[in-house]
């Protein structure tokens, strides 16, 4: 009997590899690891070339892996970055040793795992001929691909969203499967979300709103977003109390927020010379130790960049046309990271793989935009909750001072949006391709009978 049953398992399993749709997915998958894999070994790149966000990753993981906790370049703790993409590589160097290749390895895994949750995405929301479009799409995404050999958040960051997507479309499909684990360990995805960015605050507030228009009543919506919301806390409680035991101060979340509120909101948000507006602050309170000099700095520059934002408001609505376009206007920022590494690639190989980036792009967006009537709808909810996903990252990066990098995490939208229009091409063509009348032995076998 135990014997039948395991032949029966083993036959549906190789049934279900078998499938045509599965074979496409691997080889997709295979693909897109092949190209990313030779990035990595033809841009060399190494995070301790210059300071910025790969090169803070790399040195606080290496504290962590080293038992020296989350502490700042000059050897004090912070709260300046979310902490969570740092403990993921910590995990790495505490495994392998300081390898930035294997945080490179990790990259292209997660990049060539994104093409399958696209994949799945694609097939739950529109039909599998989309998702398997779409998978491919990105899978051959130029900037996807560059980001691989760098140390930061955008090649991890699409795979997580996208499996956000797919885990909050089990509500859609199966509300009432949602037992309180469930529940409880989604509000954990959230906060681990937003413990590595922290963007994630606002895709929960995206799914909250998704919740309610889904929801079949007021009392169902609360008792399930109020189990998502105490995940969410316990996931990053700990976090907390590591802050006010380690800065004696009560710091939710990091200390950076004040530099990003008031970075984007002064008088010249896009001069080079404003990129850093605390700079006065810092002289200002050089007086103070650390971690007290870095709160106090973040309370004032928050205080300041909310100030400015509410009382020049005429400002605020003139720079959106140029944020939006700060935002989409290329693909090809992994390449000013790289070039950061001397030699790591030549100038003109840069300019070559800036230019088959950025048109690959422009090519994707067009195509997600003339697919507009098919993919988006109010009455579909699944279609609707990518959107309002898609909406909430953009809106959120758009009021700050927005990098075309903070557009990487919505690359798999992006693909499977454009594959919507060229399915519609397909069947236009299919339809075209077929013959319009039976051949004409059937037709005389349909006479003869």
């Known amino acids: 009997m135990i014997a039948t049953r395991f032949s029966e398992r083993r036959a549906n399993l190789l049934r279900r590899i078998r499938q045509p749709e599965v074979v496409i997915v ?6 897109a690891g092949a190209l990313r894999l030779a990035w990595i070994s033809y841009a060399s790149f190494d995070p301790t070339g210059r300071f910025g966000d790969d090169f803070f990753y790399d040195y606080s993981a290496q504290a962590l892996a080293d038992g020296k906790g989350f502490i700042h370049l000059h050897g004090f703790q912070t709260a300046q970055w979310p902490p969570g993409f740092s403990v993921i590589l910590a995990v790495i160097y505490k495994v392998f040793g300081h390898s930035i290749l294997a945080v490179k390895l990790m990259n292209v895994f997660v990049g060539a795992g994104a093409c399958v949750l696209v994949y799945l995405l694609g097939a739950r929301v529109f039909d599998k001929r989309a998702g398997l479009i779409g998978a491919l799409i990105l899978a051959l995404f130029p900037g996807q691909i560059y980001f691989s050999a760098l140390v930061l958040t955008e090649s991890t960051f699409p795979f997580l969203l996208t499996l956000l997507i797919l885990f909050l479309l089990v509500f859609v499909s ?5 037992s309180p684990i469930r529940l409880l360990l989604l509000g954990v995805f959230f906060g681990a979300l937003t413990l ?6 606002v895709l929960f507030a995206a799914a909250v709103l998704f919740w309610r228009i889904v929801a079949p009543s007021w009392r169902r919506f609360f008792l399930q977003t109020s189990l998502v919301a105490v995940g969410m806390f316990f996931a990053m409680v700990p976090w907390t109390i ?3 035991i380690a800065m004696d101060a009560f710091i939710p979340f990091v200390t950076g927020g004040g530099h990003t509120i008031l970075a984007g909101h002064q008088p ?7 990129r850093f507006p605390e700079k006065e602050l810092q002289e200002k309170y050089a007086y103070l130790p650390y971690p007290e000099r870095e709160i106090e700095v973040e309370n004032e520059a928050m205080h300041q960049g909310l100030e400015y934002m509410f009382t020049h408001p005429g400002d605020e609505i003139s720079l959106i046309p140029e944020r939006v376009y700060r935002f989409f206007k290329r693909d090809s920022d992994a390449l000013i990271w790289i070039r950061g590494q001397v030699d790591a690639i030549s100038l003109s190989d840069e300019e070559n793989w800036s230019v088959l980036a950025d048109r690959y792009y422009y090519a994707v967006i067009i195509l997600a935009v003339v697919g507009i009537p098919g993919w988006f709808s109010i009455r579909d909810k699944r279609r609707l909750l990518i959107f309002l996903i898609a909406s909430a990252w953009t809106a ?4 700050m001072v927005p990098t075309a990098r903070y557009h990487a995490a919505l690359t798999p939208i992006y693909s499977l949006w454009a594959a919507v229009p060229l399915v519609f091409v397909w069947d236009r063509l299919s339809a075209r ?4 009348h039976p051949p004409a032995t059937e037709q005389i076998e349909d006479e003869a009978g």
Request: overall charge positive.
């Open 174 to 178: 199966k509300p009432e499967s949602l």
């Open 242 to 244: 590591r802050n006010y």
């Open 268 to 274: 010249q948000p896009f001069s080079t010379n404003s």
């Open 396 to 399: 959120t990066h758009v009021m």
């Open 433 to 436: 391709l077929r013959p319009s």
């Open 26 to 31: 691997t080889a997709i998958f295979l693909l």
């Open 196 to 201: 590595i960015r922290s963007e994630g605050f």
